[in-house]
T-cell receptor
Framework: AQSVTQLGSHVSVSEGALVLLRCNYS??????LFWYVQYPNQGLQLLLK??????LVKGINGFEAEFKKSETSFHLTKPSAHMSDAAEYFC?????????????FGKGTLLTVNP | DGGITQSPKYLFRKEGQNVTLSCEQN?????MYWYRQDPGQGLRLIYY???????QKGDIAEGYSVSREKKESFPLTVTSAQKNPTAFYLC???????????FGPGTRLTVL
């Protein structure tokens, strides 16, 4: 069975500081990995995805994530936080076989950006 | 303009009543999903469907029912058997390959 652990349910940074949101996964097969963002009372929007191509994945809004198989991690980073980045972020995993099309989500990390 | 629509945005229900949440997509996706979101618990899968006229239970299906009579539509019924139905409900869809899911804007259900 797959699982996702997001370390830190709440992360607070200052505007202009580095953003680092942590995600570790477990999967018995090569995974597909995703980061989604959710603004209050809205649906989820895909930030980026890893599907076994380049290990460093660039996404929207200046975010990127690096797949590290040896560490089973897929941490999300952004060099300089902006006030508009304040939202909840979810990491998700699925198996690359994709036959059941299911995603397993982490519990989310709420990012607060202080002026 | 392609996407997923959910209606209504906010829904209030009295205890003991069934209520149906609508989800429609025009992305020509085969797979559709329903999730429940509660604070601090992430997204939990209720039901999913990979093809018309077929669907499977997710992790928390008790007290819910679905149908998939058309490719574009995947309505969710919250029955009176669901003990704690107040939550934010999200619908999603996915095409073949990549497993990327696209989400609707959600319906917030409150039981009074």
């Amino acid at each position: 069975a797959q699982s996702v652990t997001q370390l830190g349910s709440h992360v607070s940074v200052s505007e202009g500081a580095l953003v680092l949101l942590r995600c570790n996964y477990s999967s018995s097969v090569p995974p597909y990995l995703f980061w989604y963002v959710q603004y209050p009372n809205q649906g989820l929007q895909l930030l980026l995805k890893y599907t076994s191509a380049a290990t460093l994945v660039k996404g929207i809004n200046g975010f990127e994530a690096e797949f590290k198989k040896s560490e089973t991690s897929f941490h999300l980073t952004k060099p300089s936080a902006h006030m508009s980045d304040a939202a909840e972020y979810f990491c998700a995993v699925s198996d690359s076989g994709g036959s059941n099309y299911k995603l397993t989500f982490g519990k989310g990390t709420l990012l607060t950006v202080n002026p | 303009d392609g996407g997923i629509t959910q209606s209504p945005k906010y829904l209030f229900r009295k205890e003991g009543q069934n209520v149906t949440l609508s989800c429609e997509q025009n992305l020509n996706h085969d797979a559709m999903y329903w999730y429940r979101q509660d604070p601090g618990q992430g997204l939990r899968l209720i039901y999913y469907s990979q093809i018309v006229n077929d669907f499977q239970k997710g992790d928390i299906a008790e007290g819910y029912s679905v149908s998939r009579e058309k490719k574009e539509s995947f309505p969710l019924t919250v029955t009176s058997a669901q003990k704690n139905p107040t939550a934010f409900y999200l619908c999603a869809s996915a095409g073949t390959g990549g497993n990327e899911q696209f989400f609707g804007p959600g319906t917030r259900l409150t039981v009074l």
